[in-house]
């Protein structure tokens, strides 16, 4: 349902994967990032804790989303239960 916000955290998350593995043998080992539509040289040691700042950012966001869907499903049930008559004077 929320495939367009757990994607770009498994994405991370495979990337910072490999990466960690080269952090630990070559950390000013180059590798490249694209920024605002640039493709811009770095190291994996400045690369990796951007990647994951940004991923924690994402998860973050994807988890108050799912929180919020869930509150509004519960809030949803229970208008579902109300006397039809009590849901027109509330509306008004």
């Known amino acids: 349902m929320f495939h367009y916000l757990h994607n770009p955290i498994w994405n991370a998350s495979l990337v910072l994967n490999t990466l960690n593995e080269v952090l630990a043998e070559e950390p000013d080992r180059k590798c490249f990032r694209l920024v605002g539509g640039v493709l811009v040289e770095r190291t994996v040691q400045d690369v990796v804790p951007v990647l994951q700042t940004n991923r924690d950012g994402v998860d973050e966001i994807f988890?108050?989303?799912i929180t919020s869907v869930e509150h509004?499903?519960?809030?949803?049930?229970?208008?579902s239960v109300l006397p039809s008559n009590t849901k027109r004077k509330n509306m008004n």
């Open 63 to 65: 988890s108050i989303h």
């Open 72 to 79: 509004s499903n519960r809030f949803r049930r229970l208008l």
